[in-house]
């Protein structure tokens, strides 16, 4: 199997680190929700090394993942579980979750279940970073975004750009409010939330 690589990584890795290394510079254990190739998680594990950087995937996307993991064999990053947001997910808690690029993948009741598991498995007190596009008030916040939402419905209906306001009202009823919303490039947000309560 040839290791995975997803040139987006490359080109985000570095703006997104910057953001974690402020929003997570006190947390511990990190669960990150999608974990792709595994690119980020190498990036962000190798400039982090006071974090725990859990990956998780779903089953088909474990291989991948666990190639970048051994060849980086970093301390910090522990085999990639598997996690499916309609199944079974990871028993620890974790001070930090993070998630890019998913969003606008999964379905809506997909995106729902994410955020009702969430706080199973945080602590009172964790952060919620989640990186991708968002649309604000129903609206796309540039031409090239709502271009890439007519591409994601041509390859699946369940898929699309979703709304800041729907999120954050997971995101309340799960017991985290949003704390910042910082722009990034390619018109794409993090968007990061604290729990609560």
Known sequence: MEKPSAPSCERNRDVILDVLRTCFADRRRVLEIGSGTG????????????????????????????MWLDEAALPNTPAPVELDVAGRWPSHDFDAVFSA?????????????????????TTEDAVLAIYG???????????????FDDWLQARGKHMRIRDAEAVDALAEVAGFDLIDDIAMPANNRTRIWQRTR
């Open 39 to 66: 690119q980020h998680a190498v990036h962000f594990a190798a400039a982090m090394p006071w974090l725990t950087w859990q990956c998780s995937d779903r089953a088909e996307g474990l291989p991948g993942i666990r």
């Open 101 to 121: 690029n998913t969003l606008h993948i999964m379905s809506w009741d997909e995106v729902e279940l994410l955020f009702d598991h969430l706080a199973s498995v």
């Open 133 to 147: 596009p968002f649309n604000y008030q129903g609206r796309y916040t540039s031409e090239s975004n709502a271009a």
